[in-house]
């Protein structure tokens, strides 16, 4: 044995005390064990930082988190949408939920699944677009974009989706 794994044994050999009468009788030490000299040392947590008082519900902006009737409605038929078009779920409802908040957030960037020339993997108006073909991967679709072919005759702030 080299001198380290002598060194490495003598260090890790035994536990720096002894076990319980239980662990003992065992021979296992415990991860809850007490050691005959005494208990761990009382633990006294750190004080908590002053805070400022928080505010009433009634100071909070509501309409900032709650989603409307309309909210709800626009995400469901999104979602319902992406899955017909064989989205996974997962991604169908982050999408929807995404697309919801950006028109609650009056973002001007569309998405190619809210538009009239998108077909699942295809973009009917491709040249408009700026794309040099018509087949459009998922990750394009779902980006947020200032597309100029763009028609939104699916857009939430300009009709209806379907």
């Keep these: 044995m080299g001198k380290w794994a002598e060194r490495l044994a ?23 064990a007490v050691t005959p000299e005494g208990g761990a040392e009382i633990f006294f947590p750190a004080p908590m930082p002053a805070s400022k008082p928080t505010e009433s519900p009634e100071a909070l902006d509501l309409a900032a ?17 992406l899955l017909r078009w064989g989205w996974p779920e997962p991604e ?18 569309v998405s190619c699944t809210d538009c009239r020339h998108y077909r699942p993997g295809r973009c009917g108006n491709h040249r408009q677009a700026g794309l040099h073909a018509p087949d459009v991967e998922r990750d394009l679709a779902a980006m947020l974009q200032r597309c100029p072919g763009f028609d939104g005759a699916k857009h939430p702030r300009n009709g209806p989706p379907s």
């Design 65 to 81: 988190v709650a989603w409307t009737d309309g909210d709800i409605a626009r995400f469901l038929d999104r979602r319902a949408r």
């Design 92 to 109: 169908a409802e982050k999408l929807a939920d995404r697309l919801v908040r950006r028109d609650r957030e009056a973002d001007d960037r």
């Design 10 to 32: 003598e260090k890790t050999a035994a536990p720096p005390y002894g076990g319980t009468d239980k662990t003992a009788k065992r021979g296992v030490l415990s991860v809850l």
